[in-house]
């Protein structure tokens, strides 16, 4: 139990479908993030908020949309995705300090697989 | 621009042994570094970390070293157990900015 809990673990969508992905941290940061990982790549971030502002987009496509109600939850909304959209995505939490290097703890993952 | 590398995909050692794991970076102006361990169908679990004040830091089976001079990071598990077996990932941030994580390597440690 890392306090960053993720929904679903699993997902399999089509092309056209629409889907969400769902974060939710117990650990009372203030910063929450999105990453990918594809197979035998570095983990890229893809989406930065910090007191539930958006503070990155690292050029991420359209068709990924997140969304920070609070600063304790996170989604990643899904929009015709392609298959090479297919990854782990991770979500992860930090307690951000200025001047200081912070730790980011992470959930178990969604599997998304766009067919 | 990949400003983590892990140069090593695999790394296989005997139980009991060693297990050094290595991490080069090019940015100088990282201060802040980790270890991420990371087991199959679970997110990356945070190990162990080092400021860039130090050149070493240790947690029971598991010690980091630091060469700042080098761009060199390092993971030592010793002794190695079988269930030290997973995809290691070396991380490294400047101040609040991104974390940059390598590529990982996956360390077996065979009984």
């Known amino acids: 139990e890392t306090g960053v809990t993720q929904t679903p673990r699993h997902l399999v969508m089509g092309m056209t479908n629409k889907k969400s992905l769902k974060c939710e941290q117990h650990?009372?940061?203030?910063?929450m993030y999105w990453y990918k990982q594809s197979a035998k790549k570095p983990l890229e971030l893809m989406f930065v908020?910090?007191?539930?502002?958006?503070?990155e987009n690292n050029s991420v496509p359209s068709r990924f949309s997140p969304e920070c109600p609070n600063s304790s939850h996170l989604f990643l909304h899904l929009h015709t995705l392609q298959p090479e959209d297919s990854a782990l995505y991770l979500c992860?939490?930090?307690?951000?300090?200025?001047?200081?290097?912070?730790?980011?703890?992470f959930g178990e993952g969604s599997w998304l697989t766009v067919v | 621009d990949q400003q983590v590398k892990q140069n090593s995909p695999s790394l296989s050692v005997q139980e009991g042994r060693i297990s050094i794991l290595n991490c080069d970076y090019t940015?100088?102006?990282?201060?802040?570094f980790l270890w991420y361990k990371k087991y199959p169908a679970e997110g990356p679990t945070f190990l162990i970390s080092?400021?860039?004040?130090?050149d070493k830091n240790e947690d029971g089976r598991f010690t980091v070293f630091l060469n700042k001079s080098a761009k060199h990071l390092s993971l030592h598990i010793v002794p190695s157990q079988p269930g030290d077996s997973a995809v290691y990932f070396c991380?490294?941030?400047?101040?609040?900015?991104?974390?940059?994580f390598g590529a990982g390597t996956r360390l077996t440690v065979k009984p």
């Open positions: 992860a939490s930090s307690q951000q300090r200025q001047g200081n290097g912070n730790t980011i703890y």
């Open positions: 650990l009372g940061h203030n910063a």
């Open positions: 908020y910090s007191l539930e502002e958006r503070v």
């Open positions: 940015n100088s102006m990282f201060d802040y």
């Open positions: 080092i400021s860039s004040i130090k």
């Open positions: 991380a490294a941030s400047e101040g609040d900015n991104d974390m940059r």
